[in-house]
């Protein structure tokens, strides 16, 4: 059984979302706690771990809407132009993640605990720049390839 991920974008885009948002966010966790703190590998990929799960309510609805604009984006003018589109808001969200990581970090070695947790609060506000970039840049690119979308949606015989 072969699964066409171009036939339906908003799962395709929204299942890379998730495994993109616990794959950077633990690894961004995980390189701050080694560059901050250094010391065991294996003990810093675990709290990078158990802290990427313990913060999801801060980045998974960002990585969840950059997928459902990516996915509106491939329905309206094909797969590739929303992937190029998902791979540079992920790209984005991922360094954003990475820069509160690092600073909580630092504030938490500096025993600054109000500091170390506000520092994720730096992701939801810049995150909210980058998802209407990604919007404006859906909706601009939306209007001028409708044509090429129509024609992908013409040959996959899908309705819209």
Known sequence: ????????????????????????????????????????????????FSRAIMIWEFGIPYYGVLGLICGSLA????????????????????????????????ALMRHAWTASTLSYLAFVAYGLPVLAAC???????GKKSIKSGDKYNAENNIQG
Do not use: W
């Open 1 to 48: 059984m072969k699964i066409n991920l171009r036939a339906h974008p908003y799962p395709t885009f929204l299942a890379l979302s998730l495994t993109a948002y616990l794959g950077l966010e633990t690894s961004a966790e995980f390189i701050a706690c080694f560059i901050v703190k250094g010391g065991d590998v294996l003990k810093n990929l675990e709290e990078g």
């Open 135 to 141: 919007l404006v840049i859906r909706l601009l690119a």
């Open 75 to 106: 329905k309206k003018s094909g797969f590739k132009y929303a992937l190029i589109l998902f791979v540079l808001g992920v790209i984005t969200l991922g360094g954003l993640g990475f820069m509160s990581a690092f600073y909580s970090q630092t």
